[in-house]
């Protein structure tokens, strides 16, 4: 099945909907905005913004729920304060988010009605649906791009492993440790593959001096590639002990390639500096929960909130109709608490949200 129809969060506003099961996601925007607000500010100052008058604002992979306008309202309160400050008016500001076509847009869509609303700036709105692995915009149409925990995912799982048969993750744990390198840098090369691309097509699209502020998981740049340090590991732990126990099939989950990665620091920068197109103007790690109340992160509520995430991919593959998420959760919260709660509030936990803010060069 085409990616663009398989990779979507959970829908609507049930219990295991994304929209009630991404609060670990909405910290991760909070941690952004410091950085979103400084870009606006220096956007609405270059040369091109102030001749035209106006900003244009684009947020990549909104989702839905109320996350979706999270990024532009921190830009859309960063730029009334820049001009309230410098007693000018703002320039009038149009804000376009994107997902892929099967997002749920119909919630997305109501919830810029509140930002068309507001008097000052002048707020124009639109969606557009695509791959932001393709060219979504005109050439030098963009002022600000924003986008959180979306870069994760990539354009396809790596084909040498497809081809080879190689599971991402094997049942067999020495069998898997002696895989791991070769498993760690097929999804290596197809993340800078993807990553080049991405700042390729983003840097045509922006105008001159234009930003971009980003946010993905990523692991610790101190840490060697382990099976935990993966971004899916968890997932991939909880799914090998279903196979085991028998309530997935073992062969479809030998051929179950989640398509996401996250990349070090380190990794992260050399291929911007490879890429060329942007200059780096900050760059952070955080925890992946700092800033949240640790007791609302249960067994139950990580094992939602991965189910909201991963489920459409999940029953694509295993061909369930729910019994096999109903089971994944069940499996899920056994293995959190095993674990001492999650890995989320391990003292060192081998996953870390970094943030990238970058100037198109």
């Not at 129809?5 to 994304?18: A, C, I, K, L, P």
């Not at 008058?53 to 532009?72: E, R, T, W």
């Not at 069940?330 to 060192?348: F, I, P």
Request: hydrophobic share 40%; glycine share 6%; aromatic share 6%.
């Amino acid at each position: 099945m085409d990616p663009k129809q398989m990779v979507h969060m959970n829908q609507g506003q049930e219990e295991t909907s994304y929209a009630r099961n991404s609060s670990i996601q909405n910290a991760a925007q909070n941690r952004m905005k410091p950085l979103i607000e400084a870009a606006i500010v220096d956007a609405c100052s270059n040369t091109s913004t102030l001749s035209c008058g106006k900003v244009v604002i684009m947020d990549l992979g909104c989702s839905s729920g109320p996350n979706a306008v999270a990024l532009v309202s921190i830009t859309l309160e960063a730029t009334h304060s820049h001009f309230l400050q410098l007693q000018q008016p703002p320039p009038e500001v149009c804000v376009l988010l994107n997902d892929l076509p099967y997002n749920d847009f119909n919630v997305v869509v109501k919830s810029l009605v509140p930002l068309r609303k507001m008097n000052e700036p002048v707020v124009v709105t639109g969606v557009v649906p695509g791959s932001f692995y393709e060219r979504l915009f005109p050439g030098g149409s963009l002022h600000l791009i924003c986008s959180s925990n979306i870069l994760n995912w990539l354009s396809k799982a790596p084909r040498d492993l497809m081809m080879n048969q190689i599971p991402a993750y094997d049942i067999d744990e020495h069998v898997r440790r002696e895989r791991l390198t070769v498993v760690a840098g097929a999804y290596a090369r197809q993340f800078r593959k993807d990553f080049t691309l991405f700042l390729e097509l983003r840097a045509k699209e922006l105008v001159p001096k234009g930003r971009m502020v980003v946010s993905l998981a990523g692991r610790r740049s101190d840490e060697l590639i382990n099976e935990s340090s993966h971004v899916w590991g968890t997932v991939a732990q909880i799914l090998a002990i279903m196979a085991s126990e028998g309530a997935i099939d073992k062969a479809k989950f030998d051929s179950f390639y989640i398509p996401v990665y996250g990349p070090s620091l380190e990794e992260l920068r050399e291929i911007i500096q490879e890429d060329g197109s942007f200059s780096v103007t900050e760059m952070q790690a955080h925890e992946p929960t700092s800033g949240m109340d640790y007791a609302c992160l249960t067994p139950n509520m990580i094992a939602n909130s991965f189910r909201a995430i991963y489920e459409p991919i999940i029953d694509q593959h295993f061909g369930s109709s729910g019994e096999v998420m109903d089971e994944f959760v069940r499996t899920a919260e056994k293995y959190l608490n095993l674990q001492g709660g999650s890995q989320v509030k391990q003292t060192k936990n081998p996953i870390v949200m970094l943030v990238v803010s970058l100037t198109k060069a």
